[in-house]
């Protein structure tokens, strides 16, 4: 079976690639508008894509055709935002924080979640998630069918110290719990089933 995806239609180009990209990581990103209030929401198209400069990408979909979310809203606003991972401990509150709440209202409050401060930028960070990134946005790219690509500066970088060896300088992967987006629209994978593959000497393609 071979498919052309020009041919194809939204819905059937989504399931396809939702269903085959995978896992996906989740950022639960927060920002804050121009009054101070807080948004946070989860997406999962979502990764790292250098680490010198230290750049992290997100895909998000407006909210009808030409309104914007307002995680996208704040950050052309105030250019900055909040990556905090997501662990089995808080998934299903991170779920709530998708729900379809009135703009302006707080989804940290609404989950159950709580607000922390950052350090180098306006929207708190949540303290119950085991890593958060501070980010400045570097750009906001509008790739048409009312999505955008938004890019941004890892500045910060905060983890909690039972997950870190400082003498060492390692996360300790293993005892994050992290949870990974899969197919369809509630199904999640764990972080634990972890194996080992020696590559070849020299290699540094896979990181």
Excluded: W
């Amino acid at each position: 079976m071979n498919l052309d995806l020009n041919a194809a239609d939204q819905k059937q180009r989504y399931k396809l690639l939702m269903s085959s990209i995978l896992p996906r990581p989740i950022a639960l990103v927060t920002t804050q508008d121009l009054d101070g209030r807080v948004n946070a929401a989860p997406f999962s198209f979502f990764n790292i894509m250098a680490s010198t400069p230290a750049i992290v990408v997100l895909g998000i979909d407006s909210k009808s055709p030409g309104v914007p979310k307002d995680t996208v809203r704040n950050m052309q606003l105030t250019k900055e935002f909040v990556v905090n991972m997501v662990s089995e401990d808080i998934v299903e509150k991170m779920s709530l924080c998708a729900s379809p709440l009135p703009a302006g209202e707080d989804e940290l409050k609404y989950s159950g979640l709580t607000a922390a401060p950052s350090i180098q930028v306006k929207p708190p960070r949540i303290a119950e998630s085991p890593i958060n990134m501070e980010c400045k946005i570097v750009d906001i790219m509008d790739i048409g069918h009312d999505r955008n690509i938004v890019i941004g500066n890892v500045i910060h970088y905060h983890i909690d110290d039972q997950f870190y060896d400082a003498e060492n300088g390692y996360v300790l992967v293993e005892k994050l719990g992290l949870v990974a987006r899969m197919h369809g629209k509630s199904f999640y994978l764990r972080s634990g089933d972890i194996f080992e593959v020696e590559r070849p000497v020299g290699s540094s393609s896979l990181r």
